[in-house]
């Protein structure tokens, strides 16, 4: 893992927007992130694998390999993971695609999408096409878990359509990490009632 933190840092330092953290989640963030997956059938999607500290724990949490699709832009990264999880299927391909990254394995509908990505450091123009790409490819109520090291949502829920909540906070990760549940609102995308209508 030493040679993978070292990979990390290396493409932070050279695109700190894009990679968003200068290591890997650790154990106890990922742990926590998992937790926030419902048991069931259905394929679950991780987007951003990173070095894989994500992927491991949603595996340690009884994830079948076969279940188990992560996304990676970045090709060195890809590898690693490709190397790390045999079995998994890792695809290089950009989150705003998803939808057609996806299209060649039929797949059911999907429980839940994983997201390590920086969408704080994202345009708003760009975090809406992963959210829509998203949602489009799970099952009707089915989550969208993100996490952040800011102290608010890492999302604008209302502008987005959006109703979420931190679900875990977890001080061990450097920096500390919130762990956010989002569920996309039924209809135009207006917050029913005007319930968690905040940003």
Do not use: C
């Not at 695609?97 to 509908?109: I, Q, S, T």
């Not at 990505?117 to 829509?132: G, N, V």
């Not at 977890?170 to 995308?189: D, Q, S």
């Amino acid at each position: 893992m030493l040679a993978e933190s070292k990979l990390f840092l290396k493409l932070w330092l050279r695109n700190p927007l894009a990679v968003g953290a200068m290591a890997p989640s650790s154990r106890e963030l990922a742990e926590a992130i998992a937790r926030q997956v419902p048991k069931g059938k259905g394929p679950v999607i991780e987007l951003g694998g990173g070095t894989g500290a994500v992927t491991e724990a949603l595996l340690a949490a009884g994830i079948k390999r076969d279940e188990l699709l992560v996304v990676e832009l970045d090709g060195e990264l890809h590898k690693v993971l490709s190397r790390r999880f045999p079995g998994v299927r890792i695809l290089k391909g950009d989150a705003t695609k998803l939808r057609e990254l996806l299209r060649p394995y039929k797949l059911a509908p999907a429980r839940a999408v994983v997201s390590g990505l920086p969408l704080l450091s994202m345009k708003r123009a760009i975090q809406e096409r992963i959210l829509d790409e998203s949602f489009a490819v799970m099952k009707p109520g089915a989550a969208f878990v993100q996490f952040t090291y800011s102290l608010f949502s890492p999302l604008p829920r209302r502008e987005l359509g959006l109703i979420g909540e931190p679900r875990a906070t977890v001080v061990g990760n450097l920096p500390p990490a919130r762990v956010w549940v989002f569920h996309r609102v039924k209809g135009n995308g207006a917050a029913v009632n005007g319930a968690d209508n905040g940003a």
